[in-house]
């Protein structure tokens, strides 16, 4: 089935760097991908939904100049956490549906980056 | 996009039948009912997913009565690997609709030996 690889699975940082994730769909193209945050012994919070080729739609209470996404291939999204704090720290996930298909198919998530601010 | 409810945990032995309901009373007629897994530190993983009555596969059966506001996925004979957080998701089949998909809080099944 269809692969989603995010990178890294786990990085630590100092306070006040930034840091960027990776998101590759590995055989499908995905012109929209999906950015969710999760903290320990919580549900997947939805940030933002990723576009191909134009700006980020960010949930509400997601702060935009903070969470950076690009997408500028079909193929990859990045999320850079600027300037990042240790409220920041938490487990980042990216998922994507393959194109052409609605919500009758099934979302591929990535492994998960486990980003750790010290 | 609806609103789920499910049971905040359940316990179960080896080799039991395992069943989780999962409510959705503002279903839309557009939802495909959905259930993911997710193990500790990794990403969701697609379960089954359903429209109405039953649909069963390989790991997982479920079942949407007809007035489609409850579901329930069933797994046989649950093993410890099975120890995981089960999610149920309505979503949109609509035109417009983006393909994002909303958590609610899941069902962390602990499977005892």
């Known amino acids: 089935g269809a692969v989603v690889s995010q990178h890294p699975s786990r990085v630590i940082c100092k306070s006040g760097t930034s840091v960027k994730i990776e998101c590759r769909s590995l055989?499908?193209?995905?012109?929209?991908m999906f950015w969710y945050r999760q903290f320990p012994k919580q549900s997947l919070m939805l940030m933002a939904t990723s576009n191909e080729g134009s700006k980020a739609t960010y949930e509400q209470g997601v702060e935009k100049d903070k969470f950076l996404i690009n997408h500028a291939s079909l193929t990859l999204s990045t999320l850079t956490v600027t300037s990042a704090h240790p409220e920041d720290s938490s487990f980042y996930i990216c998922?994507?549906?393959?194109?052409?298909?609605?919500?009758?198919?099934?979302?591929?998530f990535g492994q998960g980056t486990r980003l750790t601010v010290v | 996009l609806a609103k789920t409810t499910q049971p905040i945990s359940m316990d179960s032995y080896e080799g039991q039948e395992v069943n989780i309901t999962c409510s959705h009373n503002?279903?839309?007629?557009?939802?495909?009912i959905t259930w993911y897994q997710q193990f500790p530190s990794q990403g969701p993983r697609f379960i089954i997913q359903g429209y109405k009555t039953k649909v069963t596969n390989e790991v997982a059966s479920l079942f949407i009565p007809a007035d489609r506001k409850s579901s329930t996925l069933s797994l046989p004979r649950v093993s410890l690997s099975d120890t995981a957080v089960y999610y149920c998701l309505v979503g949109d089949t609509g035109s417009g609709n983006t393909g994002k998909l909303i958590f609610g809080q899941g069902t962390t099944l602990q499977v005892k030996p």
């Open positions: 998922s994507a549906r393959a194109p052409g298909q609605g919500l009758d198919t099934e979302a591929f």
């Open positions: 503002n279903i839309a007629t557009n939802d495909y």
């Open positions: 055989d499908f193209q995905a012109t929209t």
